[in-house]
Nanobody, 122 residues
Framework: QVQLVESGGGLVQAGGSLRLSCAASGRTVSRYTMGWFRQAPGKERQFVAAINWSIRSTYYADSVKGRFTISRDNAKNTVYLQMNSLKPEDTAVYYC???????????????WGQGTQVTVSS
C-alpha cells in the first residue's frame, strides 16, 4: 500500500505563491505517474497537473498552465506543485494522487492523499 501525505497549503493573497509537497511512503512511487487534483466547495474534483515517472512528460489543466509547475524527486519519493500568480479561483483542497499504471488516465489513480487546503484571498 502507498500512503500519500500533502503539506504546504495555507492562506495567501492573490498574486502570491505556494509550494505543495506530497510525500509517499509504504512503497516507492518512482514508476508511478503522480498527479495533483483539487476540489473547491460545491464543485467536483478536477485535474490540475501530472508528471510521469521519467520526469520527461508533464501535463497541465489549461487553467493553471504557465502558473503552476509539477516536479518530483524520485530519490525522496516526493512530488511537488509550485503555484505562482495565484488567483482566488485557485482556492480549493489540493490532493496528491498516484497512478501505478503510469498513464494519465484519471480512473487509474489508485492512491490519494487526504488533501491540503489552499485559500487565495483577493
Amino acid at each position: 500500500q502507498v500512503q500519500l501525505v500533502e503539506s504546504g497549503g495555507g492562506l495567501v493573497q492573490a498574486g502570491g505563491s505556494l509550494r505543495l509537497s506530497c510525500a509517499a511512503s509504504g512503497r516507492t512511487v518512482s514508476r508511478y505517474t503522480m498527479g495533483w487534483f483539487r476540489q473547491a466547495p460545491g464543485k467536483e474534483r478536477q485535474f490540475v497537473a501530472a508528471i510521469n515517472w521519467s520526469i520527461r512528460s508533464t501535463y497541465y489543466a489549461d487553467s493553471v498552465k504557465g502558473r503552476f509547475t509539477i516536479s518530483r524527486d524520485n530519490a525522496k519519493n516526493t512530488v511537488y506543485l509550485q503555484m505562482n500568480s495565484l488567483k482566488p479561483e485557485d482556492t480549493a483542497v489540493y490532493y496528491c494522487a498516484g497512478n501505478p499504471l503510469g498513464s494519465y488516465y484519471i480512473p487509474d489513480y489508485d492512491y490519494w492523499g487526504q488533501g491540503t487546503q489552499v485559500t487565495v484571498s483577493s
